[in-house]
């Protein structure tokens, strides 16, 4: 059974997938409406999905994003960017795969991010979730529903995997900022970690 995230909330991946040795971060969003002159459309939104490597002192190290689709060290990899979104409750648009025994021992943080790229709000997009899971078979970690939270915000620092004793945690940040890229959002994920 999945564990529902609230902000702030942490698990261990050892007690919740015991063995577990890679997982997803799913990033989803559905397309927003839009009304005009002769009634509502559907307009595609560009959200990109992100995932920097932080060191215990809270230098970045490393970024993943649609511009890099693979980390340095070869353990993270990215899907791809969707530039109009519309996925369902449970199609994740964008993927970040983490092989955990392949990051980096000087990493020891991955923070995961969101940002609008044409700068809209979060404000009325659809089905906007993350969602952890088992890169092997898929099953469902863990989920954190980010719709309607996000107002006039066009980034949000989602999460973040850590190691803590030798071990793998998942903690739900659900820091909302602005920005079109993860860059912007910097000043706030560096106290987080």
Excluded at 32 to 44: C, E, I, M, P
Excluded at 74 to 79: A, D
Excluded at 123 to 132: H, K, S, Y
Aim: aromatic share 8%.
């Amino acid at each position: 059974m999945s564990v529902n995230l609230q902000k702030g909330s942490t698990i261990s991946l050892e007690k919740e997938a015991p063995g577990l040795t890679k997982v997803v971060l799913g990033t989803g969003w559905g397309k927003r409406s839009k009304k005009g002159l002769f009634g509502t459309k559907l307009v595609d939104v560009d959200l990109d999905a992100s995932c920097l490597f932080f060191d215990a002192s809270g230098k970045a190290l490393d970024a993943v994003w649609f511009r890099q689709l693979r980390s340095n060290d070869g353990s993270v990899l990215h899907s791809g960017d969707d530039l109009t979104g519309g996925g369902g409750a449970d199609d994740p648009n964008e993927e970040i795969l983490v092989n955990l025994s392949a990051v980096s021992p000087n990493a020891t943080s991955l923070v995961f991010t969101i940002n609008s790229f044409t700068g809209d709000s979060f404000e009325g997009i659809p089905n906007a979730f993350c969602v952890l899971k088992n890169a092997d078979g898929g099953k469902e970690i863990a989920r954190y529903n980010l719709s309607n939270e996000g107002g006039n915000s066009t980034a949000l620092i989602i999460a973040k995997l850590y190691k803590h004793n030798n071990e793998w945690k998942f903690k739900a940040l659900g820091e909302w900022g602005q920005g079109r890229t993860f860059d912007n959002l910097m000043p706030k994920i560096v106290p987080l970690l």
